[in-house]
């Protein structure tokens, strides 16, 4: 029997041939193996790499999605409370600049954040009415410490708790539980409709060194004013940042 004789088209082709095939069977082998090589594949392979090819690109399209929302969401470096564009966050403690700190600041940094450790165990910053908040002085040359009240007052109070060496306790208008009050109307319009952000609002916050509600914004304008106003009575609490300067409300 001659192997270039065959006409195997399937797999039940060959089992049939197999059954009536003589004892020569091995030497028809070549011309199976032929034949057989030009089989298509099974269809479970087939869809198997079709799911694949749809889940590969979903897959990157959620990867592309988890690093944006990463960089939204993220809230920069700053003092008090912060709300950018995507969610909110609160700072708390003394901060300094952000620029990589040499061994001397980052020692300045530690020292100033134990003094604050040892005002939250006295609870200062939530049951002493007048506290401002704090923070590193940009060259790092004292912790300062903001007060309502006449800062020899807080230091009469507290020289047995804190190392005032290099303290420095300053008297600012407004308390930080009075900015964190009228912060909270501002945040939430911001989160319940578009108007504030169509005025050119991308972020705000509460900011302890400029003792004030701050909006970051692309510029000011008069409707934006108005705007925050209506929420903000008081408007020598609210401060504007443009480009990285603070800008008066008025």
């Known amino acids: 029997m001659k192997a270039t004789g ?31 090589a030009g089989q298509e594949p099974a269809a479970p392979r087939a869809s198997r790499k079709l799911v694949w090819v749809w889940a590969l690109p979903g897959l990157a399209v959620l990867l592309v999605l988890v690093i944006l929302l990463a960089g939204r969401v993220w809230p920069r470096d700053t003092h008090g409370t912060y709300t950018p564009a995507a969610g909110t966050s609160g700072a708390t403690g003394p901060t300094g600049p952000t620029t990589e700190p040499d061994p001397a ?22 049951q002493y009415a ?16 903001l007060v309502t009240g006449e800062p020899q007052d807080f230091i009469a109070s507290y020289q047995d708790l804190l190392d005032f060496s290099r303290i420095e306790v300053r008297q600012v208008r407004y308390s930080l539980k009075a900015l964190q009050t ?27 060194p400029e003792n004030a509600i701050f909006l970051v914004v692309d510029r000011v304008t008069d409707p934006l004013r ?20 603070i800008v008066p409300f008025s």
């Open 6 to 36: 065959l006409k195997l088209k399937s797999k039940r082709d060959v089992l049939t041939w197999a059954r009536q095939a003589p004892l020569d069977l091995p030497d028809q082998w070549p011309a199976i193996r032929l034949h057989l």
């Open 105 to 126: 600041h980052s020692a300045f940094s530690d020292w100033a954040n134990a003094q604050y450790a040892k005002m939250e165990q006295a609870g200062i910053p939530e």
């Open 182 to 208: 009228a912060f909270a109307p501002l945040q939430q319009a911001f989160f319940a409709s578009d108007e504030l952000v169509k005025l050119g609002v991308s972020g705000m916050g509460v900011s302890e």
């Open 226 to 245: 108005r705007t925050v106003a209506r929420i903000v009575p008081d408007t020598a609490m609210v401060v504007f940042e443009v480009d990285g300067r």
């Open 130 to 145: 007048p506290y401002a908040g704090s923070y590193i002085a940009s060259d790092f040359s004292a912790y300062v410490i």
